[in-house]
């Protein structure tokens, strides 16, 4: 290919033997991961090969390997995208080479011009005996290079020979009329690092990449099968099956929805990853392969500590003992069996629950707790009490209030802060039943509104369908109150309300004047509070309620509201918080002395009264308690 046919920067078609003229060397810049394939993608691949090279079919005359992007640099080509193609290639070139598919003479003339691939910022990979337990790469390297032997040896086997001869002629043969493509791709040789790397990002968007946690487990593998000083074959493989069985047990609880969704908000996040995350303490500005990188450097020191020295996490005081990683797989232990105690505890549960959902990190509420519990040293036992002082310590820091003490009188429907403390009321509520426990699960998988327990006065339904809907849910309403009371005023405004249903219906608009003052008197039908200067947006006239329902609802008085929550809450098919379903059965009124509390029609003001006490005799104690730290 000549020098101006390389330097057009549209894809082109390269066949696999004009890589092999002493003349490419492809360059793996620092911002890529190294070898990942495993011997599933490399069997597919000489899978592929072979049925082509044995493909009959005159028109069959190419196989594309996929796109191959680089940029031209003075030292070669940096490969922006296509590292693992390229890799695999090369092992299956050398393997042909080296495993006695060619005569000597043509075996060094192709060896001589084979192209290379070196890496920017890690060790040069031996491509023709690669250690595994060098590294990760090497690992991924000789995995892949054993597959590529195996293979081979079980077609010579079927005696195979003379169709595998004919791959080599396919990736070899320039006269050949069968052969192997790259879709070569030259990014402009102008582009900057930045750009670069923009590229492979872009190129790299919906790949899935193997995660930090998948690369550790491999160091744990490759160390088991290092470490072998000492012990017998049986020894190293039992350790081996001891590691991967108890890596299973903590990925199969990681699994658990109920688990994961108390510990992390992110369903994209490898769920592992969150683990050695913690372990290592990643801070939230550190790239995605911190912690992999952490493990990676005690993997190498466990293998020579006189040549590595320790980074990082394994300086801290709480870490200078891990110096193998035997001691690292012990804390890694430590670690999950600290979160899951934290699960199995009402207290923990809950309130790290809680801040979790406030997008407060796992590993900065544990470093807190733990330096709390430094500051008050002393030589009493530190008990579930102390652990809940805290926890209520670091709640108060993290709710939002300009600094101010809270006042939950003055909340109202617009402030950021009535949300936070409606769930809070319902997690505490949790606790306090110790029986139930808040279902993170289901809270994270909806989303949920502040809504008002009883109407407010203006409507903020606009459309034809929301606003017929809505004198449906009035009509019936009206039709449940004429049967409890036998009222002519109930009658004459359910009259009134079917007649404009089928005015409306007919003519498919609705008149704003006559909805408008239809909704008035609804409104004033409804409501137990006639004073026009009532706050119906304050938090004693507020709850939580998930969004599909609300919307059902929207706007309705509070008879149907409570309707439609004890229809769900009968079918169990919604999560309804606790201190939800209260609210609207009406358990925070006193049924012996308060009226209101048969009155399923209306949200009274002794009801709302009766609610924001309970709102105060459960939240004060959190949200006003100063810490007077640990009794002596």
Known sequence: MTTEQENNNEPKEK????????????????YQRGYRWDSKQVEDLLEDLYQFANDENPENKKYFLQPIVVKKNDDGWEVLDGQQRLTTMLLILKEFINGGYMVNAEASLFSSLLYTMKYRSR???NFDAPNPTDNIDSYYLANAKQTIEDWMENKRKEKKFNKIAKIKDCLFAEENEKKAYFIWYQVPETSDDESSIKVFNRLNKGK????????????????????????????VIQQEEQFIMEWAEMDRKFQDDKFWNFLSNEEKQTRLDLLFDFVTEKKPEADSDYSYRMFQNLFDYSL???STELEGIWKNKDNKNITSMEKAWEKVKATFNKLLSWYESNIYFHYVGFLVTQNERLLDIHIYIEQEKEQEKTNKEWTEEDTKRILHKLIREKLPNNGKKIDIDELEYKDALTKKLLLLFNIETCIKTENQRFDFEKFKNESWDVEHIDSRNDSSLQQFDERITWMKNIEKCLEIEIKANNSRKDESLKEECSN??????????VVKDKYSDFYKK????????????VNKDSINNLTLLNSSTNREYKDAPFMFKRQTIIEKDKEGKC???????????KYYTDSENDISQLDAMRWNKTDKDNYLAALHKVLD??????DKGIAK
């Open 304 to 306: 020579n500590p006189n």
């Open 15 to 30: 066949p696999v033997s004009d890589f092999l003229d002493n003349n490419h060397h492809f360059w793996i810049p620092s």
């Open 575 to 585: 999560f309804l918080p606790i201190c939800t379903r209260n609210c609207f059965l």
């Open 123 to 125: 060790p040069e990979l």
């Open 522 to 533: 609804v409104n004033k039908h409804f409501s137990s509070d006639n004073n026009k200067d």
């Open 621 to 626: 104690p959190i949200i006003t308690t100063e």
């Open 208 to 235: 899935i990449p193997l995660t930090s946690s998948e690369l550790i487990k491999a160091l744990f593998i490759m160390y088991c099968n290092h470490n072998k000083e000492n012990k017998t074959e049986i020894d």
């Open 500 to 509: 404009l249903i089928k005015e409306f219906e007919e003519n498919q608009s």
